[in-house]
């Protein structure tokens, strides 16, 4: 079975400033992917940026990039130059290639002060 | 750009009554989903389908049923919804039958009450 934790259930971050979002996950399945949503109030979930199991660079999306340490597990999300539109629930999921059901994490809330 | 709609952003029902939500996207995805979202539980996957009239249970099933006629369509019944059913339920729809690891893009979400 796979699993993600999110270890930190809130967080603040000054404006402008950069944040990272941690997660680590079990699994022994050795091709996975490795996926950060963010959830706004309004609900919607929306997908900011993936990383493959086998993919040999980290993932970048603009202000966004995944930190992928395979070998200590973990997949923690990057966000430089934080606006105060970043403030939202941010999950960290998981797909393995027995199927394309994702796990998700228990979720941070990130809190962006002016 | 994908999109997946749902019927109602809000809804409230009574205990016993049979509820539909429906969920359609507009990018010929063979993968479609259904999950709740509880505060401290997270997301939790009920059913999923990878083709038409095709549906396998996810973690949570118990008390729901899917059915899905149309490729762009999947729709989530409650039979006698039951106030442990009021929850945020959210759509999701992916590409590629079975391979695994394509982003799965979701709704805006319905927030069922069940009174």
């Known amino acids: 079975a796979q699993k993600i934790t999110q270890t930190q259930p809130g967080m603040f971050v000054q404006e402008k400033e950069a944040v990272t979002l941690d997660c680590t996950y079990d699994t022994s399945d050795p091709s996975y992917g490795l996926f950060w949503y963010k959830q706004p109030s309004s609900g919607e979930m929306i997908f900011l940026i993936y990383?493959?199991?086998?993919?040999?660079q980290n993932a970048t999306e603009g202000r966004y990039s995944l930190n992928f340490q395979k070998a200590r597990k973990s997949a923690n999300l990057v966000i430089s130059a934080s606006q105060l539109g970043d403030s939202a629930m941010y999950f960290c999921?998981?797909?393995?290639?027995?199927?394309?059901?994702?796990?998700f994490g228990g979720g941070t809330r990130l809190m962006v002060k002016p | 750009d994908v999109k997946v709609t749902q019927s109602s952003r809000y809804l409230v029902k009574r205990t016993g009554e049979k509820v539909f939500l429906e969920c359609v996207q507009d990018m010929d995805h063979e993968n479609m989903f259904w999950y709740r979202q509880d505060p401290g539980l997270g997301l939790r996957l009920i059913y999923f389908s990878y083709d038409v009239k095709m549906k396998e249970k996810g973690d949570i099933p118990e008390g729901y049923s899917v059915s899905r006629e149309k490729k762009e369509r999947f729709s989530l019944i409650l039979e006698s919804a039951s106030t442990n059913q009021t929850s945020m339920y959210l759509c999701?729809?992916?590409?590629?039958?079975?391979?695994?690891?394509?982003?799965?893009?979701f709704g805006p979400g319905t927030r069922l009450l069940v009174l």
């Open positions: 990383q493959g199991s086998y993919d040999q």
């Open positions: 999921a998981m797909s393995v290639n027995a199927g394309n059901m994702l796990t």
């Open positions: 999701a729809s992916s590409l590629v039958k079975g391979a695994g690891l394509e982003t799965q893009y």
